[in-house]
């Protein structure tokens, strides 16, 4: 049987209102009972996950992608160099800076006089960063002063909460003050803003609202905070365009082919999973210290498959669990075979 909690965590991922919730336990007489979802068992060995070990002299793969038409071509990556970076210590804002450089640093993501958007997840204004909902603000300012140091001529941090104001989430996540201090600006998602976009090389959706000015800029950084979702199974970097999106709870449905469908709308440039903190369970809204894992880990990679792919596996998932993961794999987006590719695990 579902509590009261899992019930309302669903459905503010489903996007409703806290009014329409309220009225939906109303009427239920606060008892919902739908099945909860499959998921795979926890991992076991004290709280130890393994981790994918790069195969000595693996041959780095530079993946085919069709030329979107919109955004910027894929990058690639030159035999032997670093595909995707893990770096690992006490210090966030630090072990995003080894990451980064470690696959080619800013510059190979940021040219001078860019300008550029960074995507966090910053869902909900209920919580602040210990809790593992909303992605740490030491990584998102440390992205945000490498941008600057990279020559762009705009760095704006942004999401579309579905639990609170923008400006309380902001607020409450630390995002919007850390932000401010690295030199870059908070953008409220104005509603105006969502125009119904056509959705070129989409497969299952060919025309969906869209945050415009995310469009409009020269690069999108994504970076989600690793954690449960109580439908997702995951939230990680495929999930998190969500946030550049209108009429949410509908993207659920065939939830892996719609969001491949996005990322070839948004093409983000970068990838940067915080796994400092992960939110183990009752995501994604979370609310409990003991379902935050303390991970102190950084992904960074080009690659939007393989970054999720890695961070699956920190939660002890076959990355084929993952329904976004499998079809961008599958649709040749990103490869989730980390033994394909060189990976450089970082101690800071």
Sequence with gaps: MMTRREFI??????GLTSTSIAALLEAAACTPQPAAPTQAPPPTGGGKTAQPTPTSGAKAVATSVPAPTIGA???TVAPGST?????HGDDPAEITRRAVKAIGGMERFVQKGQSVIIKPNICVAYHGPEYAATT???VVAALVTMCREAGASSVTVMDHPFGGTAEQAYKISQIGDAVKAAGGQMVVMSSIKFKENDIPQGKDIKKWPVFQDALKADVIIDVPIAKHHSLARLTLAGKNLMGLTENRGSLHSNL???????YTL???????????RMLMSNGPTGGNLNDV???KTVIASHDIIAADAYATTLFGFPADAISYVKAG???GIGTADLKSIKIEEITA
Excluded at 256 to 262: A, H, I, Y
Excluded at 267 to 273: F, G, Q, S, T
């Design 83 to 87: 595909y995707l970076a893990a770096a």
């Design 136 to 138: 740490n603000p030491q």
């Design 329 to 331: 794999a599958a649709r």
């Design 293 to 295: 894992k303390l991970s």
């Design 256 to 262: 892996g082919e719609r969001m491949m469908d996005l």
């Design 9 to 14: 965590n669903r459905m503010l991922a489903l």
């Design 266 to 276: 948004f093409r983000p440039k970068l990838i940067v999973v915080d796994a400092y």
């Design 73 to 75: 071509p894929p990058l």
